[in-house]
T-cell receptor
Framework: GAVVSQHPSWVICKSGTSVKIECRSL??????MFWYRQFPKQSLMLMAT?????????EQGVEKDKFLINHASLTLSTLTVTSAHPEDSSFYIC??????????FGPGTRLTVL | GENVEQHPSTLSVQEGDSAVIKCTYS??????FPWYKQELGKRPQLIID?????GEKKDQRIAVTLNKTAKHFSLHITETQPEDSAVYFC???????????FGTGTRLKVLA
C-alpha cells in the first residue's frame, strides 16, 4: 500500500476566504496525485490530476482559477480553494498513484464554508 | 464519454448471506477495475482489483469477476458480517491514462 495524509482533516471558513489543503505521500515519492471531491452520499468526482513539476490537468467543468493545485515536490500536493463560497463545501480527497495502477487515498478534508 | 454504472444503489442482506454488486463500463479500452470500501467519513480503501487479462480473482470472502465482452464486472462478498456494512465503489481505468471513473456507489447493510 501507500501511506497518504491530508491536512487539515476539517476546516470551517468564511465565504470569500481561501483555504489550502495539503496532501502528503509519506512512504514513497509520488509523481502523480489526484484530487477528488465527494458530496454526501455521492461518488468521487475527479477534479484534477496533479503531476510533480508541471501544471495540473483539470477535468471538464472544474475551474482551475478557483481550485489551485500545486505539486512542487514528490511528496506534497496542495489544493487551494480560492474565494470559497458555501457551494464549495464538500469532502475533498487526494490520492497517490503507485505502481502505475493502484491509487491510495488520503483521509479526506471536510470543508465547510459559512 | 466514459461512464461506469453501478447497481444496486442500496443492498440489505442478512448476516451470513452473500452480496453481489454489479458494474458496467462503457470504454472497451478499460483494463483495470478496482473495488473500494468506504466507511462513513473515512477514506476509500482498496479491497480487491482485477485486470483485463483475468476473468476472476478471489481473496478470502471477496471475489471479483470480469466479463470483457459484456463490459461487466461484479463484486461478490460471501458469509457477510456486520463489519462489511459500508459503501462500495467500483471503478474502471482506461489503458494509457491514470484516471479512474467511479461508479455511483452501493450502500451495503448487513443485518445481524
Amino acid at each position: 500500500g501507500a501511506v497518504v495524509s491530508q491536512h487539515p482533516s476539517w476546516v470551517i471558513c468564511k465565504s470569500g476566504t481561501s483555504v489550502k489543503i495539503e496532501c502528503r505521500s509519506l512512504d514513497f515519492q509520488a509523481t502523480t496525485m489526484f484530487w477528488y471531491r465527494q458530496f454526501p452520499k455521492q461518488s468521487l468526482m475527479l477534479m484534477a490530476t496533479s503531476n510533480e513539476g508541471s501544471k495540473a490537468t483539470y477535468e471538464q467543468g472544474v475551474e482551475k482559477d478557483k481550485f489551485l493545485i500545486n505539486h512542487a515536490s514528490l511528496t506534497l500536493s496542495t489544493l487551494t480553494v480560492t474565494s470559497a463560497h458555501p457551494e464549495d463545501s464538500s469532502f475533498y480527497i487526494c490520492s497517490v498513484l503507485k505502481g502505475g495502477d493502484e491509487q491510495f487515498f488520503g483521509p479526506g478534508t471536510r470543508l465547510t464554508v459559512l | 464519454g466514459e461512464n461506469v454504472e453501478q447497481h444496486p444503489s442500496t443492498l440489505s442482506v442478512q448476516e451470513g448471506d452473500s452480496a453481489v454488486i454489479k458494474c458496467t463500463y462503457s470504454d472497451s479500452a478499460s483494463n483495470y477495475f478496482p473495488w473500494y470500501k468506504q466507511e462513513l467519513g473515512k477514506r476509500p480503501q482498496l479491497i480487491i482489483d482485477i485486470r483485463s487479462n483475468v476473468g476472476e480473482k478471489k481473496d478470502q470472502r471477496i471475489a471479483v469477476t470480469l466479463n470483457k465482452t459484456a463490459k461487466h464486472f461484479s463484486l461478490h462478498i460471501t458469509e457477510t458480517q456486520p463489519e462489511d456494512s459500508a459503501v462500495y465503489f467500483c471503478a474502471a481505468r482506461t489503458s494509457g491514462t491514470y484516471k479512474y471513473i467511479f461508479g455511483t456507489g452501493t450502500r451495503l447493510k448487513v443485518l445481524a
